[in-house]
T-cell receptor
C-alpha cells in the first residue's frame, strides 16, 4: 500500500459527460501529480500541484482541469468526455515539489467512456 | 518540447538472461527516476539518479546516469520471473516530469 488513495477505482460513463476523480496523497506529502495511461502507452504527465498551487503542466487538455484543496487532496475534472479519454488515471504524491523525491502512486482510476 | 525516449518497447528474455532498457532525453535532466509497474498494478519507485555518471546497484539491478545527464540505463542480471513488468524512466527538468513509454519485460520460463 503506497498510502495514496484514489477514488473511484472504476468509472463507466457516456461521451459528453463530466466526471471527477479524487486523490488523497500520503500523509505529509505536499505535491500531487496526475498521469494518464492509455492501453499500451506510457504515463502521460498531466499536471502537478504543490501545497495548493499549480506547479507544472504537461499535456493536459483544455477539457480537463484539476485543483488541490487546503487539506491537500486533489481532484481531476474531465468534461465533454470522448471515447479516447478512456484510460487509467494515476495520482501520485511526493513530499517536495521539485521532483527530487520519489513519487508514490495510487492504484489508479480506470475510466471507460462508452 | 522535452522528450524522453525509452527503448526497447518490448523485450522477451529467457529466465536467467540479462536485460537492459535505455532512456534518452532531448535535454539535460536534473535527475532521473526509474519505476516498475507490474501487470495490473501501479508504478513503484525503484531509484533516483542525480549526479553525472552516477551508478547505483540494487541486488541484480544496475542503474546508470550518463555523463551528460541526458541518458540512463537499467540493467538486470540473471532475470527471474519476478522481474516481469514494465520499467519506466522519468526525467526531471525545467519543472517538468517526462516519463518514457516504458519497456515491457516478458520472461520466458
Amino acid at each position: 500500500d503506497s498510502g495514496v488513495t484514489q477514488t473511484p477505482k472504476h468509472l463507466i460513463t457516456a461521451t459528453g459527460q463530466r466526471v471527477t476523480l479524487r486523490c488523497s496523497p500520503r500523509s505529509g506529502d505536499l505535491s500531487v501529480y496526475w498521469y494518464q495511461q492509455s492501453l499500451d502507452q506510457g504515463l502521460q504527465f498531466l499536471i502537478q500541484y504543490y501545497n495548493g498551487e499549480e506547479r507544472a503542466k504537461g499535456n493536459i487538455l483544455e477539457r480537463f482541469s484539476a485543483q488541490q484543496f487546503p487539506d491537500l487532496h486533489s481532484e481531476l475534472n474531465l468534461s465533454s468526455l470522448e471515447l479516447g479519454d478512456s484510460a487509467l488515471y494515476f495520482c501520485a504524491s511526493s513530499v517536495l515539489g521539485t521532483g527530487n523525491t520519489e513519487a508514490f502512486f495510487g492504484q489508479g482510476t480506470r475510466l471507460t467512456v462508452v | 518540447g522535452q522528450q524522453v525516449m525509452q527503448i526497447p518497447q518490448y523485450q522477451h528474455v529467457q529466465e536467467g538472461e540479462d536485460f537492459t532498457t535505455y532512456c534518452n532525453s532531448s535535454t539535460t535532466l536534473s535527475n532521473i527516476q526509474w519505476y516498475k509497474q507490474r501487470p495490473g498494478g501501479h508504478p513503484v519507485f525503484l531509484i533516483q539518479l542525480v549526479k553525472s555518471g552516477e551508478v547505483k546497484k540494487q541486488k541484480r539491478l544496475t542503474f546508470q546516469f550518463g555523463e551528460a545527464k541526458k541518458n540512463s540505463s537499467l540493467h538486470i542480471t540473471a532475470t527471474q520471473t519476478t522481474d516481469v513488468g514494465t520499467y519506466f524512466c522519468a526525467g526531471h527538468g525545467d519543472d517538468k516530469i517526462i516519463f518514457g513509454k516504458g519497456t515491457r519485460l516478458h520472461i520466458l520460463p
